[in-house]
């Protein structure tokens, strides 16, 4: 099996299948390593450069529904790119990074991979990308449409000023003024103040 063929088969557990070739060659042609993650509540993915004989790698949550999957990549890609070009000399998410997300990107904004409403979400997400998709809260929300039991699913935007609720499944925090796009809240235990995407996934405990 050639190694175009072995990238294609993982590929078309996490992406949209019309976006597999294209992916598969990519990972040939940047010659990038790709590894699958657990959950990481800080990140969707990363890039790291090429260190002590090692390629370029890039990770991507595992449990990413198909659209999200494909985005982080292609902005990994994209630090890839802006690094083969830079070296460390520019800003991560600097104006060489944001064009050459959007030229990656350019192929992949038609239906033919997207559901319309991603695919406005995203045009809109590229007048000014983040330094994140998840950064981009009217993205996300949209995203989070195509999640699995995404109708199950608790985001602190929308429960009450002052609830309690459990996150990770294990500290107690409660739930503060909003700035911007994020909540103050203070964790139970400690009274430490932590700052929550409006998008975070909570268990609710209790109403005050």
Known sequence: MSQF?????VLAKYIPEPAVPVMARWIVEYDFKLKIKRERSTKLGDYRSPHDGQNHI???NHNLNKYAFLITLIHEVAHLVTFNAHKNRVNP?????????????????????????????????????AASSCS????????????EKSEEKIFIEKIPHKTVFKYNGERLFEKGERIRTRYRCKEVATGAIYLFHALAEVELIQNS
């Open 93 to 129: 998410h600097g104006d060489e990074w944001k064009q050459n997300y959007r030229q990656l990107m350019k192929h992949f904004l038609t239906t033919d991979y997207f559901p319309t409403d991603v695919l406005l979400a995203l045009q809109k997400h590229f007048l000014s990308p």
């Open 136 to 147: 981009d809260a009217n993205l996300l929300r949209i995203l989070n449409r195509y999640d």
């Open 5 to 9: 063929e072995r990238n294609s088969n």
């Open 58 to 60: 890039i990770t991507i």
